[in-house]
């Protein structure tokens, strides 16, 4: 018999037996930051106190919730919002003439740029780099701005054209609080780490299990988070009741209620099955960036409804979670604790 062989059998089969090894990443902190797609001028200075806040925690690297340019399945997925985007802008033209002005020069590399971040379908890094050309040529003297407009007209893309595909006039997370944030950290790109790949499967089960919502509990919710909406705005406490515990009450009764009251339950409960495959892919791809950034402080803005799952799983791979206002949180009782408490009432009589 060869003794050799079958020992080195024997350590391979004891490798594999081997449970697999934690994701080593050098994060010490992760501040996640639970956002609105959308926030009116009330929360001005909200937002202004949360972006101070994000750079006194100075993380290394900015985290968004866009699609990676890699992901060719998610974009497939999400065609509507990720590939038809670029268009407009990567058309081959001819090349623009030098300036003799260096601020022109440089706002004309920055466009070359753009349409380099626009043919990689790099969504988060071309909009946070379009960011950064607006606000620079907003900045420049009226003669380098007029040159720099009508060379975009003739070489690259009309300014018009430009601001409405980076979405610039866009009272969003991104334009009011990541951009200017990482801006003002100096950061030279974000990174991307949501999923879409089950985008057809989620969408069509909530359409299934729709009835779901056509009860009294359902009722409560909607009317809970319109008010509380409303009251927090005009009090400046927007982004600060997003990030109370206290909102993972609205993403768990988002699919609870229709698993209980939808007569489709199978729908029901594929619908928060493919919502909870989303937070953990979109968890693995926030591993997979800490691990090759190795960054040691990072920020991550999502979704306010994706906080719940997201912290947790991001916990249990022993990231370290902290919370935008995590100093500032009460055990007070608060109204979507009172919601909470009516629904379960309807659900369990």
Same mark, same amino acid.
């Given at each position: 018999m060869n003794w050799t062989r079958l020992a080195l059998v024997? =350590?391979?089969t004891f490798c594999f037996l081997l449970p697999a090894k934690a994701q080593e990443i050098a994060c010490e902190e992760l501040l996640l930051i639970r956002s609105a797609h959308y926030y009116p001028e009330s929360c001005d200075d909200e937002l202004t106190k949360a972006r101070e806040a994000i750079k006194n925690f100075a993380p290394d690297i900015?985290?968004?919730e866009y699609l990676d340019g890699q992901d060719s399945i998610g974009l497939a997925a999400f065609e509507s919002n990720a590939l038809i985007f670029y268009t407009r802008f990567v058309e081959a033209k001819d090349a623009p003439?030098?300036?003799?002005?260096? #601020? /022109?020069? /440089?706002?004309?590399?920055?466009? !070359?740029?753009? *349409?380099?971040?626009? #043919?990689? !379908?790099?969504?988060s890094n071309y909009e946070y780099q379009g960011h950064l050309f607006m606000k620079r040529l907003e900045a420049a003297p009226e003669q380098t701005r007029s040159q720099?407009?009508?060379?975009?007209?003739?070489h690259f893309t009309p300014l018009d054209t430009l601001r409405k595909y980076i979405r610039y006039d866009r009272r969003n997370e991104y334009q009011l609080i990541a951009f200017p944030t990482a801006s003002a950290l100096g950061m030279e790109k974000l990174y991307s780490m949501d999923d879409q790949r089950d985008s057809a499967a989620f969408h069509e089960n909530w359409q299934a299990c729709a009835d779901g919502y056509e009860n009294e509990?359902?009722?409560v919710f909607s009317m809970t988070i319109d008010s509380l909406e !409303?009251?927090?705005? #005009?009090? /400046?406490?927007?982004?600060? %009741?997003?990030?109370?515990?206290?909102?993972?009450?609205?993403?768990? +009764? @988002?699919y609870a209620i229709p698993m209980h009251f939808s007569e489709n339950a199978e729908a029901a409960k594929a619908y928060a099955h493919y919502?909870?495959?989303?937070?953990?892919?979109? @968890?693995?791809?926030?591993?997979?960036?800490?691990? #090759?950034?190795? =960054? *040691?402080?990072?920020?991550?803005? @999502? %979704?306010?409804?994706? %906080?719940?799952?997201?912290e947790k799983y991001l916990?249990?791979? %022993?990231?370290? @979670?902290?919370?935008? +206002?995590q100093e500032q949180e009460t055990e007070e009782e608060t109204g979507l604790d009172r919601m909470a408490d009516k629904i379960e009432k309807l659900i369990n009589p």
């Open positions: 024997a =350590a391979l900015f985290i968004t003439p030098s300036l003799k002005d260096s #601020e /022109g020069e /440089g706002l004309i590399e920055k466009l !070359k740029e753009i *349409k380099l971040l626009a #043919e990689a !379908k790099d969504q720099v407009i009508q060379l975009m007209e003739q509990a359902a009722q !409303k009251s927090s705005q #005009e009090s /400046g406490t927007f982004l600060q %009741g997003l990030n109370h515990p206290s909102i993972d009450l609205i993403d768990h +009764y @988002v919502w909870d495959l989303r937070n953990q892919h979109m @968890v693995e791809n926030t591993m997979r960036i800490l691990q #090759e950034s190795k =960054a *040691k402080k990072a920020a991550l803005i @999502v %979704g306010a409804s994706h %906080g719940r799952l997201m916990r249990e791979k %022993g990231v370290n @979670v902290l919370r935008l +206002y």
